[in-house]
């Protein structure tokens, strides 16, 4: 039997099940950005250089992307939101994550964003793909966020 974790291309069509089944912490952190689940994909899914959706038995559990900052200086904006499904699937997705981030970078030198400070799966996943997460807090929207960065080439 196969993964039950598939990563393949992100389309409009997964949006409405991973908006409608995400964690309670990546829609806080939406909020906090100033929009909702459905929102905060549709605008990752639009604006990344390549979105990718994990399918956990086939069914759309989360969306990955990297959208270009700067072109001239290879500065990307990384971002994931999900459902709890696709953390069920913890080891596939450690195992898949290196593989994934250097197909999402492969237009950026460097990779970055904000995560909630309270988000721990997501925080330990990152630093588990080699993401460096900093301690010093960003309020933004009311929520306390962590920048995060990893260094491509």
Known sequence: MGDALELVKATPRHVGRIA???????????AAMGRTPKE????????S???????VHGQPAAMFGVVVQAALTG?????????DEVYAHGRQLLTKGPGLI???????????????AGNGKAIRLLKRWGFTVDDDVMMVGGMAFLHFHMELR
């Open 20 to 30: 409608s089944q995400m964690r309670a912490i990546d829609r806080a952190e939406c």
């Open 40 to 47: 905060a994909l549709r605008l990752g899914l639009m604006t």
């Open 49 to 55: 250089d390549r979105a990718v959706t994990a399918l």
């Open 75 to 83: 500065e990307g904006l990384a971002w994931m939101l999900g459902t």
């Open 102 to 116: 250097a197909g999402l970078g492969d237009s950026c030198r460097r990779l970055s964003n904000l995560i909630s």
